[in-house]
């Protein structure tokens, strides 16, 4: 039972029987984990700002020898008055050893609270280029997984073709036998079988680099392509590219008023304790005393050039922004058009090629016997051969272009393809 069950996997693993294994299968792609990873260093830089508004707590401790009494901490005049009795030990000597803990928080850093906030934008940034690139990738397997449909059926038109070129050469050996062919008529036809097999030697290598694509985004190894139809139609409102662009074009906004922030004066509190130990200099008692402190600071910058500077970068990050989003909406809004317009025509490509392939059918019979009872050449007759897998290559052509075109548009406008097609 373990081993059938070893091998059921181990078949899944060659061959993926439906689109939607495929992409299952890129979910776990390196490159797709890259993209999660980005995200999520995009979650840890807004957590990173987050941290730096709230309390530090450090654990301090040092020992330190002086080469002369030192205080141990501040002494009162109150305490002083004491240093006369010997028998009291003085807090001063030259060993002395602190621990404690130092407290501080940001009660008013104005630009961190904007960082914070720029960084979201990042991180629905990123997100939103997560979704592109896993989508973009998704079209990627479509394309790769139609040119290799088309290149099969390329193929077997080739193969076809060469059938039937084959039968023609039965006849052409037995009139050429006979005296009512050429011998050159051989040669002619040989010919044009070698160029089919040169041409199925090149459409071999080009399903490999086909097969080598799914491959790379799946880690799936297929021995057929998967059958692909459009179930739903595209839902054409907004354009996903935009939205990483956008997002951070908002961070970059943000970005210059953090910027001009950094130039706000600043509130910081700060506190301390301190348990201090050493042995009295004048009777070699030990001493310990603790010592604490708690305080507002005030940071306002005067003159800073490097923040000045920082504002200009802030604020031409914030135009390229702008100047690149103008940019790519507009070579999306042209895309979009250009692929809105070509699907139906497409669909119309496919009928006519469709007609035509059942009409070059018949004249390619019509040839056939022409040829035979010799009112035809042979180039005719080769050229008809030639016709009918010309409009098989192209309606093969046409019909993986109309599913890439699909694909593309689903790309533009963030569709999930797996919903799109099946």
């Known amino acids: 039972m373990k081993k059938l069950i070893l091998l059921s996997l181990a078949c899944i693993g060659l061959q993926a029987t439906t689109l939607s294994q495929l992409f299952t299968a890129l979910k776990h792609n390196p490159t797709t984990t890259l993209d999660n990873l980005t995200v999520k260093s995009a979650d840890i830089g807004q957590d990173l700002v987050t941290g730096n508004l709230l309390p530090k707590i450090d654990l301090i401790g040092s020992y330190e020898h002086f080469n002369s009494p030192t205080n141990l901490l501040p002494v009162t005049p109150k305490e002083s008055a004491t240093f006369k009795n010997p028998s009291i030990p003085q807090p001063f000597g030259q060993d002395i050893g602190r621990i404690g803990v130092t407290f501080s928080m940001p009660l008013f850093v104005k630009s961190l609270y904007t960082t914070r906030e720029k960084l979201k934008y990042l991180k629905l940034s990123a997100r939103a280029k997560k979704k592109l690139n896993f989508i973009q990738k998704e079209a990627m397997i479509v394309g790769a997984n139609s040119s290799w449909k088309y290149l099969l059926n390329l193929k077997k038109a080739l193969q076809s073709k060469r059938k039937s070129i084959q039968k023609s050469k039965t006849t052409i050996s037995l009139g050429v036998k006979a ?58 409102k907004n354009f996903l590219a935009l939205q990483p662009l956008l997002q951070k074009q908002k961070a970059d906004k943000l970005g210059i008023r953090a910027s001009k922030e950094k130039l706000y004066p600043s509130f910081v509190i700060k506190g301390k304790y301190i348990y201090n130990q050493t042995d009295a200099y004048n009777n070699d008692k030990e001493i ?50 250009n692929l809105k317009i070509t699907l139906p025509l497409l669909e119309k490509s496919i009928s006519f090629a469709k007609k035509s392939l059942n009409n070059q059918k018949k004249l390619l019979q019509i040839a056939k016997i022409a040829y035979k009872s010799q009112r035809m050449t042979e180039e005719e007759y080769l050229r008809y051969e030639d016709a009918l897998a010309e409009v098989k290559a192209n309606l093969y052509l046409l019909e993986s272009k109309q599913l890439q075109t699909i694909s593309n548009l689903a790309v533009l406008y963030g569709n999930n393809l797996k919903r799109i097609l099946k």
């Open 179 to 236: 005296g009512r062919f050429p011998a050159s008529a051989l040669y002619k036809i040989d010919e044009a079988l070698n160029k089919i097999e040169i041409n199925i030697n090149q459409i071999d290598m080009k399903i490999e680099e086909a097969k080598n694509t799914i491959y790379e985004l799946t880690n799936l190894k297929l021995k057929n392509p998967v059958n692909i139809t459009k179930v739903r139609n595209i839902n054409m």
């Open 288 to 337: 310990n005393r603790d010592y604490s402190s708690i305080g507002v600071y005030l940071k306002a910058p005067i003159f800073d050039d490097v923040a000045l500077v920082n504002i200009q970068k802030a604020k031409v990050d914030y135009q390229k922004s702008l100047a690149l989003t103008d940019k790519i909406k507009l070579s999306l809004k042209a895309k979009a058009n």
